[in-house]
């Protein structure tokens, strides 16, 4: 492994062959594997995720699959968190973490300096605020609201006190309005990272999709969500993934058998769509066409990572 590179993600819309291509390049860099699929983290959602099995995996460690029950929730700042723990863990290791998956904000977060408003906070501040709230009404912080963030004033009442206080706290935290806050992140690198990307032409993007949803349907996918329905499993923001919610939706009374897997297929094609489109414009991305053999992906590939490391 050359030490130049801290990390590589291998990225790209559902069904581009990403698992191939960053299995192989795990054994040639001495790499271990990080999930970067957001759905990926829950257990039980193996199908509908199309989920790694261990077969795939070559001897390849892989790490933060199957971390979540499916009735808990799962934010990107706790993805964040684990992901950059893993990171260190491995590189502590002489390894190369490789993140791969199609979450591009998930691997965004990661990467680069993404902070979340949450972030910016002071309990200290906050309740100073409060007390001053209690004692003098909300029009003197909605008056110094104003001054000093007129735009976020311009979207809160008065009476909206929560959003009133929090507003103020960011400012007081870190000394940008809200929307600055928001907007200087994610720009600038947190290690010396190298983002692959596959692509295809819509076209066969999207016969892949299908096939792969077919696929899916043979495996037990049916099975699968329904065993998580008559768990009572059915709001949760686990199977609020694609495959999962149109199926849930087929055991409601919603939908027939057909109508759930034509939506499982439309809803991951507009999926895969709206992934490029994110990847494109918010990430530094050296992309590769996955319209070749395992072979020549990983070859152009290897091409890439050997001209980063010039």
């Known amino acids: 492994m050359n030490e130049s590179i801290d990390v590589i993600a291998v990225v790209g819309p559902t069904a581009s062959g990403k698992t191939a291509l960053s299995t192989a390049l795990a054994l040639a860099l001495n790499g271990e594997i990080i999930n970067g699929d ?22 390849v ?45 998930y691997i965004q977060a990661v990467l680069f300096d993404y902070r ?15 007390e001053e709230l209690e004692s003098s009404g909300s029009d003197d912080l909605y008056a110094r609201l104003r001054m000093l963030d007129p735009k976020s004033a311009e979207s809160i009442h008065p009476n909206n006190h929560r959003r009133l206080i929090r507003a103020l706290e960011i400012v007081e935290v870190t000394g940008r309005t809200k929307q600055e806050h928001e907007q200087q ?45 008559e768990r009572g499993i059915r709001d949760t923001q686990a199977v609020q993934a694609i495959g999962y919610k149109e199926l849930i939706a087929h055991f409601n009374g919603q939908l027939t058998k057909e109508q759930a897997i034509e939506a499982v297929k439309k809803n991951t094609r507009n999926y895969a769509k709206r992934q490029l489109t994110y990847f494109r414009n918010k990430l530094p991305i050296q992309w590769v066409e996955a319209n070749q053999s395992n072979d020549e992906i990983f070859r152009r590939t290897s091409k890439i990572i050997e001209d980063f490391q010039k």
């Open 185 to 229: 992140q994610g720009n600038q690198p947190m290690y010396r990272e190298l983002l692959i990307g596959l692509d295809l032409p819509r076209e066969q993007l999207y016969e892949r999709i299908d096939r792969r949803v077919d696929l899916m349907v043979e495996a037990g996918l049916f099975a699968e969500v329904h065993a998580l329905w």
């Open 116 to 130: 979340f408003t949450e972030q910016a906070a002071d309990p200290v501040i906050r309740q100073r605020l409060e």
């Open 61 to 105: 460690p892989h790490h933060f699959f199957d971390v979540k029950e499916p009735t808990e929730s799962f934010s990107v700042a706790e993805y964040q968190e684990a992901v950059r723990e893993w990171i260190a863990d491995i590189q502590s290791r002489g390894k190369l973490p490789i993140i791969v998956g199609g979450s591009g904000m």
């Open 38 to 59: 957001a759905m990926q983290v829950y257990k039980e959602l193996n199908i509908g995720t199309a989920k790694i099995h261990p077969s795939e995996m070559r001897g």
